[in-house]
Structure formats: C-alpha cells, structure tokens
C-alpha cells in the first residue's frame, strides 16, 4: 500500500531546474523593484510632468524661504490655489 521508493524522488534533472541561491535572490529583488516602479507609476500617465511639477514647487519653496529670510518683519502675500 504506500510504499515510498527512491525511484519516485526528485531526479537530478529536476533539481537543475531550480536556479541557485543567488540567482533566486536577485530574481526575487529584480521583481520587488519592477512591483515598486509599477506602484509609483499607477494612476500617473505622464511620470514626467509630474516629477517637472514637483521641482516647480519645490523651488517656489525655496525662494519663498529666501525671501522670507532677506526681508523679515515684512508680511508677504501669498497666493493659494487649489
């Protein structure tokens, strides 16, 4: 009844399929950083427009802060849109 032979094992041709250690981990950390640009990518079709949005901002900041800096003790106005 279930008799377990060495024949029915893994033979070695099945066990050169399997690829090392490290070829497996640099597999695995390939997909991970293909699943994370994928994830920043959804929902944005132009990835590019946004990363020139967002150096817009953030040198807005910048020059705000500048500004602030070089005339302190004057109020500035500042435009909000949204």
Known sequence: MGACFSC???SAEETNLMPSPEERRQQQLDAAEKRRQENEQRGIKNPESVRRQ????EELQRREEEAA???QGQANLRWQTS
């Open 69 to 71: 800096r070089q005339g």
């Open 54 to 57: 967002q150096q817009r901002a």
């Open 8 to 10: 029915c094992g893994q």
